[in-house]
């Protein structure tokens, strides 16, 4: 079982950056579909962006995500980032790392195609 660690949060003004870290335990990153999840308070759990760290690096963003944030890997770290730009209050929320697709996965911005979550990490825009 590859274990997440997911670090970078905060608290941070309107227009500022944040950059979210992913750590695998292992090289477990190399498997497929990595992405970054968020969940604000009593709202459903919603993609960000996912990126095919397997299969070439492709990137899938939501549309309020698109154009702010961006989504990378460093392979040699097991690593993959979130790197967020021009925050929103409405990005309020905690942030997970996911991983571990599953076999009837239909979009990969669907909460329910990943059997690996971490912790989160708190990120605050106010």
């Known amino acids: 079982h590859v274990q997440l660690v997911e670090s970078g949060g905060g608290s941070v003004q309107p227009g500022g950056s944040l950059r979210l870290s992913c750590e695998a335990s292992?090289?477990?990153?190399?498997?497929?579909?990595v992405g970054w999840f968020r969940q604000a308070p009593g709202k459903e759990r919603e993609g960000v962006a996912t990126?095919?760290?397997?299969?070439?690096?492709?990137?899938i963003y939501s549309d309020s995500a698109r154009g702010r944030f961006t989504i990378f890997q460093d392979a040699a770290k097991n690593t993959v980032y979130l790197q967020m730009t021009s925050l929103r209050p409405q990005d309020t929320a905690m942030y997970y790392c996911?991983?571990?697709?599953?076999?009837?996965?239909?979009?990969?911005?669907?909460?329910?195609?990943?059997?690996?979550w971490g912790q989160g990490t708190q990120v605050t825009v106010s």
């Open positions: 990126i095919d760290v397997l299969g070439g690096g492709g990137m």
């Open positions: 292992k090289s477990g990153l190399r498997w497929g579909w």
């Open positions: 996911v991983s571990d697709l599953t076999d009837e996965c239909r979009h990969v911005l669907n909460p329910s195609c990943y059997r690996n």
